[in-house]
């Protein structure tokens, strides 16, 4: 656990959830039991406890991890009080580690992030982490650009369709993070304690505004993805009866052959012209006959 301190706050920086760290907040601090169950154990749902002291939070931002192309959750929880601002990561995020090293080294980023007290400083912390989520959502509109791309250009294949699932799981699990977090942000709108003043609505409210945004684009996206995917779909369809249409072809177009060579394979005597060794030839430029014959209506018809 590290910490920062400017005039009468105090900024505790938890960079995961260790058990160490949760025995240290257990002891140095009047937690509800609760709470410290809440961060020592694994992904919680968002949520906002008003005590009369302290508030206990929980928010969820997206984290877009290059290597594998997908949204994962990055959970923040957060104790405040009048005189401090405890935040304890769970999952993967630079951006509040990058806060904590400017507001430790930098004079002026420090007063301009802690001095307006500890409910101002809450605001900071989330309105730079919810503007860091745009990043995330500008990387799933790339995705979708390439989709569209690959979708009109003809050029799709098995990387297409899982390209789409892929990027419409990010979708969902962008919508179940955006979802709670406007309400759990709603709540500190509404809020009025000694430790959020209800002052600080606006700027909260501010942080509601971005929220509808992101999810604005969000459920925008979805629809766009919804339709991307049907297109895919009938693509694959269309392919599927061309290649159905042209061996249906072929198969209609051995069975003349077929009826010949079963024809004569049996061992009758007395079959029409088997003792012309040349009639055969003239059967077999008969049949192929028949089969360009078949082709041309086909191919009239637009049937192949």
């Known amino acids: 656990m590290k910490a920062v301190t400017h005039k009468k706050v105090t900024w505790y920086y938890v960079p995961e959830n260790s058990d160490r760290a949760v025995k240290k907040l257990e002891k140095d601090f009047s937690f509800h039991p609760l709470d410290i169950e809440d961060i020592s154990n694994g992904p919680q749902q968002p949520k906002t406890d008003f005590y009369k002291d302290y508030l206990f939070a929980i928010f969820h931002f997206p984290h877009y991890h290059n290597e594998e192309g997908r949204i ?121 304690k000694p430790y959020l003043k209800a002052a600080l609505s606006v700027y909260f409210d501010d942080i509601r505004d971005t929220l509808n945004r992101l999810a604005a684009i969000t459920a925008g996206n979805v629809e766009v993805m919804n339709t991307l995917h049907n297109v895919n779909e009938s693509l694959i369809s269309q392919r599927t009866n061309d290649v159905i249409k042209l061996l249906t072809f072929i198969s209609v177009s051995l069975l003349p052959l077929t009826l010949l060579t079963g024809f004569y394979g049996m061992n009758v005597s007395g079959l029409p012209f088997l003792d012309h060794p040349r009639a055969v030839w003239a059967l077999f430029g008969i049949l192929f006959m028949i089969i360009f014959a078949s082709l041309a209506i086909f191919r009239r018809k637009d049937w192949v």
């Open 72 to 192: 994962h959750v990055f959970e923040l929880d957060v104790f405040l009080s009048e005189d401090y601002v405890i935040t304890v990561c769970k999952g993967e995020n630079s951006r509040l580690a990058d806060l904590f090293g400017r507001v430790s080294s930098d004079d002026e980023y420090r007063e301009e992030m802690m001095g307006e007290g500890s409910g101002f400083f809450l605001y900071k912390l989330l309105a730079a982490l919810t503007e860091a989520s745009w990043s995330a959502v500008r990387r799933i509109g790339s995705q979708m650009n390439d989709i569209e791309e690959e979708i009109y250009g003809e050029d799709t294949g098995k990387g297409t369709v899982w390209r789409i699932a892929l990027t419409r799981r990010n979708l969902i699990r962008l919508r179940r993070i955006l979802d709670p977090q406007l309400v759990v942000v709603g709540s500190l709108v509404a809020a009025d």
